[in-house]
């Protein structure tokens, strides 16, 4: 598509971004949002077609649903896919050149659940959560159960297992990976003072709690070429708690993300409830904007783009109304954050960048809480 037929008020979110070996067509992202749709832990054809249908309708960059790496622990919800396994990665390589062959990039997100887990759930009933210390995950509000304390061993089979599942992206022909390193999941309870209550060597203040997060970007990032991007999320909110500050001034935030940063993430993917609320008292900066103006790495925005409520309105059954992004192309003028994911509005509408781009906003789909289960085809 021309550069004649973007609509002017949206320019700068159609520029090229480069990205590791690739060049994206635009800042446009697809938010990773769990779909459970994939029985026996295998992305089959709709998923193919779910990811391909939403590079046609323009998004620069795909992240993909969390997919678990090789630890018996890392899953905890049902037919969520695996990223290990000849079938499972089979399916993921179809993924791949279904969004290719469609023009679009795409990366998958590593994920691991750690204490959310519980005993019982597949696809071992058998396992336990893990987590760094044994203590309830918050959000069962004291009843869930414990998790395994994870020792030495533990968390190095983990970090193997994101390594591992680091270089099959590659070989599979993916454009980088993400790290899923943001609310309240395993990466995220190291992070945690709630759940992180080690006193030795992956416990202590916030700086020092971003010991196994270090150790795992690096082992990524030593598994993959230079030129293959590691992408971080990373979030203050927190399941159990929405409305939780890790860091509470821009130098805690600074002591927080140095080492994430030195450790080889090349880009930060800051998980926002809205993209407009201002993270620190005194400055308009979101947390992309915090996270790219600390680091100097580019940063991802993320947050109701597009729709006039968050996420916990939509999964308490309300329906969310198309908002204009008057106030999403400022920041990204001013050069607050490089991209810009989106979540529920590609779920209502897989063409919404494109109706963006060509400033057809009044033909969008407005998203009902039912896409959650059933986005559009």
Excluded: C
Excluded at 271 to 297: H, I, M, Q, V, Y
Excluded at 343 to 372: C, M, Q, T, Y
Aim: a negative charge; proline letters at 8%; glycine letters at 10%.
């Amino acid at each position: 598509m021309s550069a004649a037929s973007i609509a002017p008020a949206v320019r700068s979110l159609f520029e090229p971004f480069s990205f590791g070996r690739v060049t994206l067509g635009n800042r446009v992202a697809m938010a990773p949002m769990t779909r459970s749709q994939s029985p026996g832990n295998i992305p089959g054809e709709n998923a193919a077609a779910y990811y391909r249908r939403r590079a046609e309708g323009g998004v620069g960059l795909i992240i993909t649903e969390g997919t678990s790496p090789g630890h018996p622990a890392s899953s905890g919800y049902p037919d969520v896919p695996a990223f290990d396994g000849e079938e499972a990665l089979a399916g993921w390589k179809r993924v791949v050149d279904e969004v290719h062959a469609a023009g679009g990039h795409i990366i998958p997100q590593l994920w691991h659940v750690g204490s959310i887990r519980q005993l019982g759930m597949g696809p071992d009933p058998s396992v336990p959560g893990f987590g760094p210390s044994p203590v309830p995950h918050p959000s069962f509000q004291g009843k869930g159960q414990p998790p395994h304390e994870m020792t030495q061993r533990d968390i190095d089979e983990t970090i193997e297992a994101f390594a591992l599942s680091a270089r099959h992206a590659e070989a599979l022909g993916f454009d980088g990976v993400e790290i899923h390193g943001a609310h309240s999941y395993l990466i995220d309870q190291f992070f945690w003072s709630e759940t992180n209550r080690r006193t030795g060597k992956y416990g202590g203040d916030l700086a020092e709690r971003t010991r196994f997060a270090v150790e795992l970007i690096q082992a990524v990032r030593a598994s993959v070429s230079r030129e293959f991007p590691v992408v971080l999320r990373f979030s203050q909110w927190k399941q159990g708690d929405y409305r939780h500050k890790m860091a509470g001034t821009p130098a805690e935030l600074e002591r927080f993300l140095a080492p994430l940063s030195d450790a080889g993430v090349d880009v930060f993917h800051a998980s926002n409830r809205r993209f407009d609320d201002p993270e620190f008292e005194g400055s308009p900066l979101n947390l992309a904007g915090w996270a790219k103006k600390l680091t100097g790495k580019p940063a991802i925005t993320v947050g109701s783009v597009g729709l006039d409520s968050d996420f916990l309105r939509s999964y308490a059954g309300q329906p969310a109304a198309i908002a204009r992004i008057d106030a999403l192309i400022e920041r990204l003028d001013r050069g607050e954050f490089d991209l810009v994911a989106v979540g529920r509005a590609l779920l209502s509408d897989p063409e919404w960048a494109n109706k963006v781009r060509e400033g057809r906003e009044d033909a969008i789909i407005p998203f009902e809480p039912g896409h959650l289960k059933a986005p559009q085809a």
